[in-house]
């Protein structure tokens, strides 16, 4: 069975940095676009962050300049490095892989991200 596993959520003040990684497992990680989504109470699940299988990035406006993501491929894990963190950030982050010729599109468990102002 596929399993994303998310770490790194927690909470930080104002202005501070999170580091959200996701590991997968019994999945060909490199031929998975991974990404990072979030959804905050009383929202819909919105699109932070995808990396493709080779490397391309696309970020919503809401983090460009401040959110990155990467993969590394030899450790089957995505990683969400999240600086000048607002309040507006305040959400369950979730881990995404999909495969769009093998249909396949496997969520994590999320990981909460609360930010203090």
């Known amino acids: 069975q596929v399993q994303l596993v998310e770490s790194g959520g927690g909470l930080v003040q104002y202005g501070g940095s999170l580091r959200l990684s996701c590991a997968a497992s019994?999945?060909?990680?490199?031929?998975?676009?991974m990404g990072w989504y979030r959804q905050a109470p009383g929202k819909q699940r919105e699109l932070v962050a995808t990396?493709?299988?080779?490397?391309?990035?696309n970020y919503a406006n809401s983090v460009k300049g401040r959110f990155t993501i990467s993969r590394d491929n030899t450790k089957n894990t995505v990683y969400l490095q999240m600086n000048s963190l607002q309040p507006e950030d305040t959400a369950v982050y979730y881990c995404?892989?999909?495969?769009?010729?093998?249909?396949?599109?496997?969520w994590g468990q999320g990981t909460q991200v609360t930010v203090s102002s």
């Open positions: 990396i493709t299988s080779g490397g391309n990035t």
């Open positions: 995404n892989a999909g495969n769009f010729r093998l249909s396949h599109d496997y």
């Open positions: 019994r999945i060909i990680f490199s031929i998975y676009n």
